[in-house]
């Protein structure tokens, strides 16, 4: 069993940053690859970024190349979603999830574990 709590979400105007957190407890946090995915009310969700157990590998969504990081800290078992330039079009539930896997993951049905989510909300 692993358990996630996001952390981080907000209201911020277009342009502006905010950093999410997640933090797990549970099994060991190293061995699980790391996603953080995100869902639009009436959308279906989409993954935004996921990072590998050692963080040696990233994936990031066309939509947030070059404005998005993610990244683990094992030793506090978080792992980070850093957003700057901020978009309206980023309005969304922001959810982490973690996988079992060796490698990066990009599909939902990979992820094993979920958090409840945290808003963020870009005003234009």
């Known amino acids: 069993q692993v358990q996630l709590v996001e952390s981080g979400g907000g209201l911020v105007q277009a342009g502006g940053s905010l950093r999410l957190s997640c933090a797990a407890s549970?099994?060991?946090?190293?061995?699980?690859?790391m996603g953080w995915f995100r869902q639009a009310p009436g959308k279906e969700r989409d993954v935004v970024a996921a990072?590998?157990?050692?963080?040696?590998?990233?994936y990031y969504a066309d939509s947030v190349k070059g404005r998005f990081t993610i990244s683990r800290d094992n030793a506090k078992t978080t792992v980070y979603l850093q957003m700057n330039s901020l978009k309206p079009e980023d309005t969304a539930v922001y959810y982490c999830?973690?996988?079992?896997?060796?490698?990066?993951?990009?599909?939902?049905?990979?992820?094993?574990?979920w958090g409840q989510g945290t808003q963020v909300t870009v005003s234009s």
């Open positions: 549970g099994r060991t946090f190293s061995n699980y690859a």
């Open positions: 990072i590998s157990r050692s963080a040696s590998i990233k």
């Open positions: 999830a973690a996988s079992p896997g060796g490698s990066v993951y990009t599909a939902e049905v990979t992820y094993r574990y």
